[in-house]
Protein backbone atom coordinates (compact mmCIF):
# COMPACT_ATOMS: atom_id res chain seq x y z
CA UNK A 1 0.00 0.00 0.00
CA UNK A 2 0.90 4.04 -0.16
CA UNK A 3 3.90 4.99 2.53
CA UNK A 4 3.56 8.24 3.86
CA UNK A 5 6.19 9.35 6.26
CA UNK A 6 4.96 12.06 8.73
CA UNK A 7 7.22 14.17 10.94
CA UNK A 8 7.72 15.32 13.75
CA UNK A 9 6.12 12.83 15.91
CA UNK A 10 6.05 14.84 18.50
CA UNK A 11 6.15 18.95 19.17
CA UNK A 12 5.87 20.71 22.07
CA UNK A 13 5.36 24.24 21.94
CA UNK A 14 4.27 26.87 24.24
CA UNK A 15 0.87 28.75 23.73
CA UNK A 16 1.26 31.66 21.27
CA UNK A 17 4.19 30.03 19.15
CA UNK A 18 3.15 28.43 15.49
CA UNK A 19 3.20 24.66 14.58
CA UNK A 20 3.77 22.93 11.69
CA UNK A 21 3.54 19.07 10.46
CA UNK A 22 4.84 17.74 7.40
CA UNK A 23 3.61 14.62 5.28
CA UNK A 24 5.88 13.08 2.50
CA UNK A 25 5.28 10.38 0.13
CA UNK A 26 7.73 9.09 -2.41
CA UNK A 27 4.89 8.57 -5.15
CA UNK A 28 2.36 11.61 -6.62
CA UNK A 29 -1.15 11.66 -4.59
CA UNK A 30 -4.17 12.43 -6.18
CA UNK A 31 -5.35 13.94 -3.16
CA UNK A 32 -4.11 14.05 0.62
CA UNK A 33 -6.75 14.27 3.99
CA UNK A 34 -6.19 16.21 7.44
CA UNK A 35 -7.62 14.38 10.42
CA UNK A 36 -6.94 16.16 14.18
CA UNK A 37 -7.92 13.43 17.11
CA UNK A 38 -8.21 15.53 20.15
CA UNK A 39 -7.00 13.08 23.90
CA UNK A 40 -9.26 11.05 24.38
CA UNK A 41 -11.04 11.39 21.21
CA UNK A 42 -11.77 10.06 17.92
CA UNK A 43 -10.66 11.16 14.49
CA UNK A 44 -11.92 14.08 12.70
CA UNK A 45 -11.96 15.21 9.09
CA UNK A 46 -10.40 18.48 8.93
CA UNK A 47 -9.69 18.74 4.79
CA UNK A 48 -9.13 17.39 1.65
CA UNK A 49 -6.53 19.02 -0.75
CA UNK A 50 -6.59 17.86 -4.35
CA UNK A 51 -4.69 20.38 -6.63
CA UNK A 52 -1.42 20.66 -7.02
CA UNK A 53 0.56 24.15 -5.17
CA UNK A 54 -3.37 24.18 -3.33
CA UNK A 55 -3.58 26.49 0.06
CA UNK A 56 -6.76 26.68 2.06
CA UNK A 57 -7.39 28.13 5.51
CA UNK A 58 -9.73 26.96 8.47
CA UNK A 59 -8.96 30.49 10.87
CA UNK A 60 -5.47 29.64 12.26
CA UNK A 61 -5.12 26.26 10.42
CA UNK A 62 -3.44 26.62 6.98
CA UNK A 63 -2.81 23.93 4.69
CA UNK A 64 -0.84 22.94 1.71
CA UNK A 65 -0.59 20.74 -1.10
CA UNK A 66 3.13 20.78 -2.45
CA UNK A 67 3.68 21.70 -6.37
CA UNK A 68 4.86 17.95 -7.39
CA UNK A 69 1.65 16.40 -5.04
CA UNK A 70 4.24 14.65 -2.98
CA UNK A 71 4.20 16.30 0.29
CA UNK A 72 1.68 18.49 2.28
CA UNK A 73 1.87 20.53 5.61
CA UNK A 74 -0.45 21.71 8.65
CA UNK A 75 0.68 25.22 9.73
CA UNK A 76 -1.00 26.45 12.87
CA UNK A 77 -0.32 30.32 13.98
CA UNK A 78 -0.46 31.10 17.33
CA UNK A 79 -1.50 27.48 18.99
CA UNK A 80 -4.07 27.57 21.80
CA UNK A 81 -4.43 25.43 24.35
CA UNK A 82 -7.38 24.01 22.30
CA UNK A 83 -4.91 22.83 19.69
CA UNK A 84 -3.65 20.32 21.81
CA UNK A 85 -3.70 16.78 19.74
CA UNK A 86 -2.65 14.12 17.14
CA UNK A 87 -2.66 15.76 13.86
CA UNK A 88 -2.47 13.02 11.27
CA UNK A 89 -2.24 12.83 7.15
CA UNK A 90 -4.36 10.40 4.91
CA UNK A 91 -3.17 9.32 1.18
CA UNK A 92 -5.04 7.20 -1.24
CA UNK A 93 -3.23 4.24 -2.17
CA UNK A 94 -4.25 0.19 -2.74
CA UNK A 95 -7.97 1.54 -2.88
CA UNK A 96 -7.81 2.76 0.59
CA UNK A 97 -6.72 5.51 2.54
CA UNK A 98 -3.42 4.90 4.58
CA UNK A 99 -2.90 7.29 8.08
CA UNK A 100 0.43 8.42 8.69
CA UNK A 101 1.32 7.88 11.91
CA UNK A 102 0.57 11.48 12.90
CA UNK A 103 2.27 14.23 14.98
CA UNK A 104 1.38 14.82 18.56
CA UNK A 105 1.29 18.24 19.68
CA UNK A 106 1.35 19.55 23.14
CA UNK A 107 0.34 23.09 24.03
CA UNK A 108 1.77 24.40 27.48
CA UNK A 109 -0.27 27.73 28.22
CA UNK B 1 -20.65 14.50 14.36
CA UNK B 2 -21.83 12.18 12.24
CA UNK B 3 -24.47 9.17 13.68
CA UNK B 4 -21.88 6.61 14.96
CA UNK B 5 -22.26 4.64 17.77
CA UNK B 6 -19.99 1.89 19.05
CA UNK B 7 -20.68 -0.62 21.42
CA UNK B 8 -19.15 -1.69 24.22
CA UNK B 9 -17.12 1.91 24.48
CA UNK B 10 -15.01 -0.63 27.21
CA UNK B 11 -14.04 -4.12 27.53
CA UNK B 12 -11.86 -6.53 29.57
CA UNK B 13 -11.46 -9.83 28.75
CA UNK B 14 -9.99 -13.70 28.66
CA UNK B 15 -7.42 -14.88 26.31
CA UNK B 16 -9.19 -17.40 24.81
CA UNK B 17 -12.29 -15.76 24.24
CA UNK B 18 -14.83 -14.39 21.20
CA UNK B 19 -15.54 -10.75 21.32
CA UNK B 20 -17.75 -9.08 19.06
CA UNK B 21 -17.51 -4.90 18.77
CA UNK B 22 -20.58 -3.61 16.91
CA UNK B 23 -20.54 -0.28 14.85
CA UNK B 24 -23.72 1.61 14.16
CA UNK B 25 -24.32 4.23 12.06
CA UNK B 26 -27.76 6.30 11.25
CA UNK B 27 -26.23 8.10 8.04
CA UNK B 28 -27.14 5.09 5.43
CA UNK B 29 -23.25 5.63 4.01
CA UNK B 30 -22.38 2.67 2.19
CA UNK B 31 -18.34 2.24 3.35
CA UNK B 32 -17.93 1.15 6.46
CA UNK B 33 -14.19 0.31 8.18
CA UNK B 34 -12.48 -1.07 10.98
CA UNK B 35 -9.42 0.20 12.47
CA UNK B 36 -7.12 -0.59 15.21
CA UNK B 37 -5.14 2.15 16.74
CA UNK B 38 -1.91 1.33 18.82
CA UNK B 39 1.13 4.12 20.32
CA UNK B 40 3.69 4.03 17.53
CA UNK B 41 1.34 2.44 14.31
CA UNK B 42 -1.41 5.11 14.04
CA UNK B 43 -4.34 3.72 12.57
CA UNK B 44 -4.62 0.28 10.65
CA UNK B 45 -7.24 -0.84 8.68
CA UNK B 46 -8.32 -4.33 9.65
CA UNK B 47 -11.37 -4.79 7.09
CA UNK B 48 -13.88 -2.82 5.56
CA UNK B 49 -17.26 -3.46 3.68
CA UNK B 50 -18.41 -1.47 0.65
CA UNK B 51 -22.14 -2.71 0.94
CA UNK B 52 -24.15 -5.45 2.51
CA UNK B 53 -22.50 -8.65 3.06
CA UNK B 54 -19.52 -7.11 0.87
CA UNK B 55 -16.17 -6.77 2.83
CA UNK B 56 -12.82 -7.48 2.07
CA UNK B 57 -9.49 -7.12 4.34
CA UNK B 58 -7.66 -4.72 5.11
CA UNK B 59 -4.11 -4.31 6.36
CA UNK B 60 -4.03 -6.57 9.68
CA UNK B 61 -7.04 -8.83 9.35
CA UNK B 62 -5.32 -11.77 10.53
CA UNK B 63 -7.56 -13.00 13.64
CA UNK B 64 -10.84 -11.14 12.85
CA UNK B 65 -13.79 -11.55 11.11
CA UNK B 66 -16.15 -9.06 9.99
CA UNK B 67 -20.10 -9.28 8.93
CA UNK B 68 -22.69 -6.46 7.72
CA UNK B 69 -26.38 -8.15 7.33
CA UNK B 70 -28.07 -4.84 7.43
CA UNK B 71 -26.33 -1.24 5.86
CA UNK B 72 -26.12 0.17 8.96
CA UNK B 73 -24.43 -2.08 10.96
CA UNK B 74 -20.99 -3.20 10.89
CA UNK B 75 -19.44 -6.23 13.14
CA UNK B 76 -16.00 -6.75 14.04
CA UNK B 77 -15.24 -10.11 15.69
CA UNK B 78 -12.13 -11.57 17.29
CA UNK B 79 -12.82 -14.91 17.12
CA UNK B 80 -10.05 -16.11 19.89
CA UNK B 81 -8.50 -12.99 21.59
CA UNK B 82 -5.09 -12.57 22.27
CA UNK B 83 -3.03 -9.79 24.25
CA UNK B 84 -1.83 -8.63 20.72
CA UNK B 85 -5.29 -7.47 20.44
CA UNK B 86 -5.01 -4.96 23.30
CA UNK B 87 -6.21 -1.90 21.42
CA UNK B 88 -8.61 0.73 20.64
CA UNK B 89 -10.72 0.24 17.75
CA UNK B 90 -12.18 2.53 15.97
CA UNK B 91 -15.19 2.36 13.27
CA UNK B 92 -15.40 5.31 10.46
CA UNK B 93 -17.92 5.22 7.63
CA UNK B 94 -17.25 7.01 4.31
CA UNK B 95 -20.23 7.87 1.74
CA UNK B 96 -19.27 7.80 -1.54
CA UNK B 97 -15.82 5.74 -1.96
CA UNK B 98 -13.33 4.31 -0.13
CA UNK B 99 -10.62 7.23 -1.34
CA UNK B 100 -13.51 9.84 0.37
CA UNK B 101 -13.10 11.64 3.93
CA UNK B 102 -14.05 9.36 7.07
CA UNK B 103 -16.17 9.66 9.81
CA UNK B 104 -15.39 7.90 12.89
CA UNK B 105 -16.98 6.28 15.78
CA UNK B 106 -16.11 6.96 19.43
CA UNK B 107 -14.01 3.83 19.98
CA UNK B 108 -13.89 1.02 22.13
CA UNK B 109 -11.35 0.12 24.43
CA UNK B 110 -11.07 -3.49 24.26
CA UNK B 111 -8.10 -5.13 27.01
CA UNK B 112 -7.20 -8.73 26.87
CA UNK B 113 -5.76 -10.05 30.17
Known amino acids: GQQVMQIPQYQHVQEGEDFTTYCNSS?????IQWYKQRPGGHPVFLIQLVKSGEVKKQKRLTFQFGEAKKNSSLHITATQTTDVGTYFCAVPGGGKLTFGQGTILTVHP | DAGITQSPRHKVTETGTPVTLRCHQT?????MYWYRQDPGHGLRLIHYSYGVKDTDKGEVSDGYSVSRSKTEDFLLTLESATSSQTSVYFC????????????FGPGTRLTVT
Open chain 2, 92 to 103: AISESNRLSEQY
Open chain 1, 27 to 31: TTLSN
Open chain 2, 27 to 31: ENHRY
